[in-house]
Each structure stands twice: as C-alpha cells, then as structure tokens.
C-alpha cells in the first residue's frame, strides 16, 4: 500500500479533458431525464470533492475510513447532529438573516438552529401549563414565561409556542426511552395579553455520545461535542414569520463554548432564583425555584410559506423522520 501511496502523490488529473468528461456523465449531464437543478448541483459537489482528492493527495485508505465514518453515521442516525456541528444549521441561519435584511424585515427576536430532537404532536396547553410528566429528582423546578408581542409591542393573543428541551441528565424524550413520550415538550396557546407561563425542570446541557462517528469527526477536527443547558422555541401566528429559536441559559461552562454554534448573545437567559416563601406559595410550588423570563417578537409578512416552519423531516411529522432524528444517539 504505501508504494501505491507513494506512486500517486502530486499526481493532477482533475483539469483533464477525460475526468472533466466523467463528472458530466456522473452527474447525468449527457441525458434529458431527471432535474436540472439536481445535476447542476450534484455535478459541484462531485467536482468539489473530485479536486480535494487531487489537491491533498487523499490515499485510497483515508477515502475508505471516510467512507466508513460515513457509514457510521448512517447507521446511528447521526447526520442530524454532526450537521450543526459542522456548521451547516448555523450557516443556513446567517442566509437566511441575510434574506430578511434584503427584504427589510427588521427586527423580531433572532433566529438559531432547530437541532434534531423536535418531536411533533405535544400536548396543547392554553395560557398556563406544566411540561415536567415524570419525576426528576435531581432536577430543579423552572418557572418557564413570557409574552409574544409584534416589533411594535403589540401583544399577541393566540399564538402557539412550541417549547422543549432536555431533563437534568441532558436526556430528551422520545430519544431517552427512560421517559414518557412528550416529558418536557408542550405546546402553549398564548393568553389574552400575548403571555405564556409553563413549570418545568431546569435542563442540562449535553455532549454527542463518547465514540460515536461524530464524536470522531470533532476530535479529527481538535473540538468537543458538547452543548449547554437551553430551551427550544417554535413560535408562530398568523401574518407573521415563523420563529424557530432557542435560549441558552446563562452560566453554563459551555454558553459560549456551543458545538452546534446557536448561542447568540441576545437569546443568552439569566434565570432568576426566587426563594422568598409568599412567592413558592403563590406559584403553587413547595420549595425554591428558578424563573426564567423570554419574551418574543414577531415580524409580520404576508408571504404564507414564511409563515409556517420549514420543511424537513421530524419525528413524528414524516415517514421520512428516522433520517434525521439522530435516534440512536441518545444524547
């Protein structure tokens, strides 16, 4: 193998007539079926891909580990989380930013990364409602709030909030088989004055399984797999564009530190420890808690696709979910 290796170093075919001629008829480009914009694209990525073998000087033994990382990834429904590892959640968000720019739609809260774990189908709850189904005994009681008001503070009765995020352990359910299927995932109908309130368990931050094949990619890279304490937001109404956010919670080691690269400053929480004993009563609660506060504003558009969430495939959504669910990983 190495004077195999050794023959082919500094070896350039890529510009050539003959390799520029396979990657049109790779990427179908000398027949009339199928879609245009599906070879245009797939004929870049192969042609970007084809050069990198030919610049770095990649080894038949390194394309095949890829190959098997990729493999391993397949298998342990891993794509959904190494793509906001490598950026890619995060860099389709700054497009987007930069659509709303060009269009003069300012304002609103920011937008970060849905991540993989959404499940859909969570209960309904109007106004006021409690996410935390199973019992967590190392966890603490979060008094979850808010107000969704338009950018000119106008509040905003009726509109959905989609919340959920991990128990202490850093588990979600669905994926965490230890807990019940919609265990701190709700959806909350606003109240007449735009306002929200859920009680909940202070969630912890989590880390991509230890070994897996993205945790191999990342450490290839010299990072870390490991996310902060924050909670997922959907929120959404009628001529208004759809928000898909999430908070971190302030304090966590790795607020700053995010693998998956959706901290933003304006979306970082302090949550507020209350122990002052008329407001546990009030809250109907037996001991200390913590109060986080997020409000949130929406723009208005009158585009309807703008309106609701993107597609993609998610659990429970689409037949297609498994794909992207990271099921197997267990984070």
């Known amino acids: 193998?190495?004077?195999?290796?050794?023959?082919?170093?500094?070896?350039?075919?890529?510009?050539?007539?003959?390799?520029?001629?396979f990657l049109r008829v790779i990427a179908g480009m000398d027949n009339t079926e199928g879609s245009d914009r599906a070879k245009a694209i797939l004929h870049r990525i192969l042609s970007d891909l084809f050069k990198t073998i030919d610049d770095f000087d990649i080894t038949p033994d390194e394309y095949w580990r890829a190959i098997a990382v990729l493999n391993a990834l397949g298998a342990g429904t891993q794509f959904g989380l190494l793509s906001p590892g490598l950026g890619f959640d995060h860099y389709l968000d700054m497009r987007m930013d930069a659509a709303d720019e060009a269009a003069q739609r300012a304002g609103g809260t920011p937008r970060t990364i849905e991540g993989p774990l959404y499940v859909a189908g969570a209960p309904e709850v109007h106004g006021v409602g409690r996410m935390d189904d199973d019992p967590d005994p190392d966890g603490e009681t979060m008094w979850l709030t808010g107000q969704v008001k338009n950018v000119d503070g106008v509040p905003l009765s009726g509109a959905k909030v989609e919340i959920w995020h991990a128990n202490s352990k850093g588990g979600y359910s669905f994926f965490d088989p230890t807990q019940s299927d919609y265990n701190l995932r709700r959806t909350i109908i606003t109240d007449a004055e735009g306002r929200y309130a859920v009680r909940s368990t202070i969630p912890s931050g989590y880390g991509v399984p230890p070994g897996s094949a993205t945790d191999q990619v990342l450490k290839a890279l010299g990072r870390h797999g490991e996310r902060p304490a924050h909670i997922h937001y959907f929120v959404s109404a009628a001529g208004y564009q759809h928000l898909t956010t999430q908070i971190n919670l302030a304090g966590d080691p790795y607020t700053y530190d995010d693998f998956a690269y959706a901290t933003r400053e304006?979306?970082?929480?302090?949550?507020?420890?209350?122990?002052?004993?008329?407001?546990?009563?009030?809250?109907?609660?037996?001991?200390?808690?913590?109060?986080?506060?997020?409000?949130?504003?929406?723009?208005?558009?009158?585009?309807?696709l703008l309106q609701v969430r993107h597609a993609r495939p998610r659990a429970k959504e689409s037949n297609e979910a498994a794909s992207q669910q990271a099921g197997s990983a267990k984070v």
């Open 1 to 21: 193998m190495n004077s195999m290796n050794e023959s082919t170093q500094s070896v350039r075919i890529f510009d050539t007539p003959e390799v520029q001629q």
């Open 266 to 304: 304006e979306l970082v929480v302090d949550g507020k420890r209350i122990e002052d004993a008329t407001e546990i009563d009030q809250r109907g609660l037996d001991g200390p808690f913590t109060e986080v506060v997020f409000d949130v504003e929406l723009t208005v558009v009158d585009d309807p």
